[in-house]
């Protein structure tokens, strides 16, 4: 469901004080909401120190990042790393929200007693809704030039081609071995490597219709090619 490996690189929210996977630990309401009316500020700040303190010493380059718990605090985000350039990948939430429930569900069972899958659906579907109404806000007034639009049917029917825009849009140069370790990664690591993740909507008391209306505004917004 999501590969781990303690010598390789994991998702940089483990860098924040506060975020929305402690959410997966545990049933706290309060949490949730102190965390979402809350200023996000400072922990911003202590993330960019994280970032300093890991570069001391090392070599001028810059730092790729990636959670989408980020979408929950773009504006932040933005703020305390003004020249950032943002990747936001896109796909259907009708494939999305029931693999992520999953992952929680899976996540839940390490740390519960009881775990409600229809509890993760209902939480998951508005928080998510929340990110996404939050993204749309912000970038209706950021700087169009720092986002990159990834979508997912795209960077899968050709993921190499995609990369070459990606570089291309904010500037990067893309050397001949950076594109034949993309094209030996691609080979390397089939959607199946690790098994299959089965998952369905209805365990999670969702379905189609109730999470496409959800996230409607998203889908307009973004032109999301619903599968």
Do not use: S
């Given at each position: 469901i999501h590969q781990a490996d303690a010598r390789e690189p994991e998702e940089c929210i483990f860098l924040l004080p506060h975020h929305l996977a402690y959410h997966g630990r545990g049933i706290i309401p309060d949490y949730i909401q102190w965390y979402l009316s809350r200023s996000a500020i400072s922990d911003y700040r202590y993330y960019k120190q994280q970032l300093q303190i890991l570069q001391w010493q090392q070599s001028v380059q810059h730092w790729v990042v990636k959670s989408p718990f980020?979408?929950?605090?773009?504006?932040?985000?933005?703020?305390?790393?003004?020249?950032?350039?943002?990747i936001q990948t896109h796909r259907d939430p009708t494939k999305v929200l029931p693999s992520w429930c999953s992952l929680s569900a899976t996540f839940a069972i390490?740390?519960?007693?009881?775990?409600?899958?229809?509890?993760?659906?209902?939480?998951?579907?508005?928080?998510?809704?929340?990110?996404m109404d939050r993204t749309i806000a912000v970038r209706e007034t950021a700087n169009a030039e720092q986002?990159?639009?990834?979508?997912?049917?795209?960077?899968?029917?050709?993921?190499?081609?995609?990369?070459?825009?990606?570089?291309?849009?904010?500037?990067?140069?893309?050397s001949e071995a950076a594109e034949a370790g993309i094209r030996r990664w691609v080979v390397e690591?089939?959607?199946?490597?690790?098994?299959?993740?089965?998952?369905?909507a209805a365990q999670?008391?969702?379905?189609?219709?109730?999470?496409?209306?959800?996230?409607?505004?998203y889908i307009e917004r973004f032109g999301i090619r619903l599968e």
């Open positions: 980020h979408l929950f605090n773009l504006d932040v985000l933005l703020e305390v790393f003004p020249d950032a350039c943002i390490m740390h519960r007693d009881h775990v409600d899958y229809e509890e993760i659906g209902r939480d998951w579907l508005q928080l998510w809704r929340t990110a986002f990159f639009d990834l979508h997912y049917d795209q960077f899968v029917a050709d993921p190499v081609a995609m990369m070459r825009r990606i570089y291309q849009h904010f500037g990067y140069p893309l690591q089939p959607a199946d490597k690790y098994g299959v993740h089965r998952y369905d999670f008391g969702l379905n189609d219709t109730v999470i496409r209306e959800t996230f409607k505004p």
